[in-house]
């Protein structure tokens, strides 16, 4: 029984971890653990759909998690430049 309370405890932080994101990183769709922000790409008919759905949710800066890698996805060209 007591094994089993150790067992989920650490379960619920080992995902917890998983989904955490860092609090500087720019808003961006809910990472899941090891498929990170895929789920929002694969529901769209082109990575083009899905950019624009994220800049049209999130805003011209967003995060989104390749797996366990995070991306910046910027959608502005004078925000690129830093011309802000």
Do not use: C
Request: hydrophobic fraction near 45%; charge should be positive; avoid cysteine.
């Amino acid at each position: 029984m007591y094994l089993l309370i150790v067992f989920v405890g650490l379960f619920t932080f080992w995902l917890y971890n998983m989904t955490k994101k860092p609090t500087n990183f720019p808003p961006g769709p809910p990472k899941l653990p090891v498929l990170g922000g895929l789920l929002h790409f694969v529901r769209r008919k082109s990575l083009l759909h899905s950019i624009r759905a994220l800049v049209e949710k999130y805003g011209k800066v967003s995060g989104v998690y390749f797996g366990n890698q995070p991306a910046v996805v910027i959608a502005d060209y004078n925000i690129l430049k830093g011309k802000d």
